[in-house]
């Protein structure tokens, strides 16, 4: 199959995106970079073939290397979620020439360089609405003066299979034509129960890096996620304490703190917290503390017990042969940080369909 679009991930973490991208055959991913080295490392694992550039974009050198790389194995197409941490109202007066909007702006540079035929720029749902829509302008403007159509909206990762609501910005960027967002894919949503009720064996503290599956698929999902996979990989239950175990007791199946005594439901003031998961709905967005289960819905359904770094991966629309690795933080935060694969590649469907023909 011939590669028609060959990328550069910028930002990348863990990849999620980039493998997203690749479920569609005429896209590969040439060069990767990030200033993680552990969500890097995974990245090189599931993706070996791809070349690393481990450093911060801002240092004139890794920049300077991320250019001549990617001119040398002709990149044709950039993707990647700049932080935009000056997208506030405090930040309006200074625009995208905030300081804190740096890497945004860094991100714009590389593609005025490269000049990619596609960019995708993808960030928080607030994005758009931030100062009554401010910033977004500031963007569109910005694009436009490098020479490009755009495409611009809110995707629910629902709408393309993954068992969640995560919502995304995305900027679909092209040099020769508007191409459309994808549209929505299904009315019937991935459920929680479609994603991960063959995993639902372990209590705190069980399971390993690696082991045999034990259990047959129970959904359509199930079947996709485990094709290809020999083994299970990341299926450990944390180790929570006793008192966490005993407050999760007390919550019934799929329901949340309002389940507990006043004595017992902590300093968190928010209502999701101590949450369950709802077999039937997809889960809230997978964020990089999933594992805690005061941290808000992230707890199974009905074992007392947070969701484990596969369930997790599954319900962001990782394939169970995507190997996570590194401490238990930096997988959390490679996971909760993730574009969903399934995401990914609807927007890679929409790009090839859109411009096969020409």
Known sequence: MQVDFRILDLFSGAGGFSYGMEKNAHFKTAVATDFNADALKTFKHNKPETEIITGDITDAKVKNSIIEISKSKQVNMIIGGPPCQGFSLKGKKLGLEDKRNYLFKEYLCIVKELQPEIFIIENVKALLSTSAGWFKDQIIENIKQLGYFVDYGVLTASNFGVPQSRQRTVFLCCKSQKISLPEIQTTKPTTVRDAISDLAYLNSGEGDFE???????????????????TKLYNHKASNHAQIAIEKLKLIPPECGKEYLPETMTGRQKFSGTWGRLKWDSPSPTIDTRFDAC????????????????????????????????????????????AVPPLMAKAIANAIYNSLKDK
């Open 211 to 229: 082991q045999d599956y034990t259990t047959a698929p129970q959904s359509e999902y199930q079947k996709l996620m485990r094709c290809n996979s």
């Open 294 to 337: 005061s941290n808000g819905t992230n707890n199974h359904p009905f074992l007392n017990r947070s969701i484990t770094t596969r369930e997790a991966a599954r319900l962001q629309s990782f394939d169970d042969n995507f190997v996570f690795l590194g401490s238990k933080v930096a997988i959390r935060q490679q996971i909760g940080n």
